[in-house]
């Protein structure tokens, strides 16, 4: 079965650079979200989609943004990188209606 | 915010004894998820429970979700090495899903 797809799933950027994260949900999943986990945390939420408008926003700083696109998939753009921001960051698909989430297997976005 | 608690964060036992984890918020949920996360990998989905009371079983897991929504636990049987990982309990309030503290758990053969 077809899963949540993200790229890259490495990433190493330098301080104040800008990085995108794509996410690919699972094939007629209608809903996407962003988490954040660093290291020996839990992830954190980040953003939600569903049907390519923002549904809830959690812990995103300003200088990241997110998007849907028409094909349902994700693109999480962070500028202005810090060191701090340097996490796994997870996507996640469901169904409206369905209460699972699945998720990728994460970008590991080193800021360097 | 909803919160999420776990407990304990870290457990580590011998290979074959029982074990149950703990997941408790103040909040009422409409579902609660389980997930085991290996490390770099994302969260997999174990199960998830809906209605009060409920008990489902996935071979030697056990997850219960409390009467009142509000709290859940997972129990495993004859813990195997296989089974060291970390396990979040995941809330679903309308379409966020807000995780748990996590417990790390370690089996040792």
């Known amino acids: 079965a077809a899963g949540v797809i993200q790229s890259p799933r490495h990433l190493i950027k330098e301080k104040r650079e800008t990085a995108t994260l794509k996410c690919y949900p699972i094939?007629?999943?209608?809903?996407v979200y962003w988490y954040q986990q660093g290291p020996g945390q839990d992830p954190q939420f980040l953003i939600s989609?569903?049907?390519?408008?923002?549904?809830d926003k959690g812990s995103i700083p300003d200088r990241f943004s997110a998007q849907q696109f028409s094909d349902y998939h994700s693109e999480l753009n962070m500028s202005s990188l810090e060191l701090g921001d340097s996490a796994l960051y997870f996507c996640?698909?469901?169904?409206?209606?369905?209460?699972?989430?699945?998720f990728g297997q994460g970008t590991r976005l080193t800021v360097v | 915010t909803q919160l999420l608690e776990q407990s304990p964060q870290f457990l580590s036992i011998q290979e074959g004894e029982n074990l149950t984890v703990y997941c408790n918020s103040s909040?009422?949920?409409?579902?609660l998820q389980w997930y085991r996360q290996e490390p770099g990998e994302g969260p997999v989905l174990l199960v998830t429970?809906?209605?009060?009371?409920e008990v489902k079983k996935l071979k030697r897991l056990t997850f219960q979700f409390g009467d009142a929504r509000k709290d859940s636990s997972l129990h495993i049987t004859a813990a195997q090495p296989g089974d060291t990982g970390l396990y979040l309990c995941?809330?679903?309030?309308?379409?966020?899903?807000?995780f748990g503290t996590g417990t790390r758990l370690t089996i040792i053969p």
């Open positions: 995941a809330g679903s309030w309308g379409e966020k899903l807000t």
């Open positions: 094939p007629r999943h209608d809903t």
């Open positions: 989609f569903y049907e390519k408008m923002q549904s």
């Open positions: 996640a698909s469901s169904l409206v209606g369905k209460t699972e989430a699945f």
């Open positions: 909040s009422v949920f409409s579902s």
């Open positions: 429970v809906v209605t009060g009371g």
